[in-house]
């Protein structure tokens, strides 16, 4: 049993990671027709708010139980996967299995905490209180579900599902991710953080 | 063999506007299996089942650290190929899946024909506006936060409660969009 957990400690590599992720795809089609992308339930979540029907945009006024339904209990599997992982299999240090590359960089940027999965740093309640905490949760999230939705999905919705339908307006999608990304990293986070 | 396509499939959506079918049509099912298949989709059993399927791809998620900010920055600086070999071997099996399903015109374990509908390019003098626009500040809101919408769900799992902040700026962002639409190019 020992031998067995230490064998699934992470970081799994991507060469079982992805394709298990992949896999998702089919089994989402063939159980019940379905697409794979969560970030619909973003959409979802808005839908069932309780707000007047007159201050909510008709985007978000239909029967979310019935359409979301499904992706709501997977994405609330989502997080109960999360926590069974960190239970059973342990806090994966991803800050200590990146290159030394990415750690000098960020250090350079002033990341000094490489436990876990995300930065001390940015990722606790009173780092809210700071600009880089605060854009990077605040805003981040903001853009996230904003840029999500403009887009029509997600890494899931585009990245996957679209291009593995061959998508082309899911590859201009996932460019238009790298484009943002890419932004973000070399020019926002230096300003932010440095 | 040629699998036909639904050439146009309006989402359930009552508002003018931009097309949007991307949410609401999840079933990929022929359009008269269509309410069978929701139906079906949200039977108890059913509904325990997609809750199995998303604890798995939980796991998966974050013992593969691709929930991590890390990650997410080591991906932007082309610093490991670890992420691009998740995604990349992510959509190769699923490509290969769906080709598999469309050739050999699978169904459903119920019996629906499987019917993919293509994304649609949208109708602005922009072209493909909404997809790389959206898709730019999506990028954005990625490389910040070094997560998105499916791993905002695995770190709040994990007991990385902050997270809680950011689902709720994501879920923000979603009505900003909901209440501008109509004013975007797609």
Redesign the interface.
Known sequence: METMLESLAAPWPWYVAGPLIGLVVPILLLVGGKVFGISANLRHMCAALPAPEGLKPSFLRYDWKKSGGWNLFFIAGVALGGFLAVTFLGMPDAGQSISEATRSDLAALGIQDFSGLVPAELFTWSSLFTPAGFVVIVMGGFLVGFGARYAGGCTSGHAISGLADLQLPSLVAVLGFFAGGLLVTFGILPLLLG | MKTTRDSTRKG????QGPP?F???D????SPDTQAK??A???RPL????????????????????????????????F?????????????????L??QV?KRME?K???G?P?R?S????GDSRIP?A?????????????????????P????????????L???????????????L?TR?PH
């Open positions: 359930a959506a009552v508002d949007d991307e949410c609401l999840t079933e990929q099912v298949a929701r079906e989709g949200n059913a509904l325990l089942g997609y809750l199995l399927l998303g604890a798995y791809l939980g796991v998966v998620f974050v013992q593969a650290e691709v929930v991590s900010w890390f990650r997410i920055q080591e991906m932007f600086r610093q490991s190929f670890h992420m691009y070999g998740i995604i990349g071997t992510a959509v190769a099996v699923a490509a899946s769906v399903i699978v459903t374990i119920h629906e499987i993919l293509p994304k649609d390019w493909g909404r997809y790389w626009i959206g898709g730019t500040l999506f990028g954005m809101g990625w490389a910040l936060l070094g997560a998105c919408p499916g905002i769900f695995a770190l709040l799992g994990a007991g990385i409660t902050v997270l902040v950011a689902l709720a700026s994501a879920l923000a962002g979603t009505w900003a969009y909901a209440a639409r975007l």
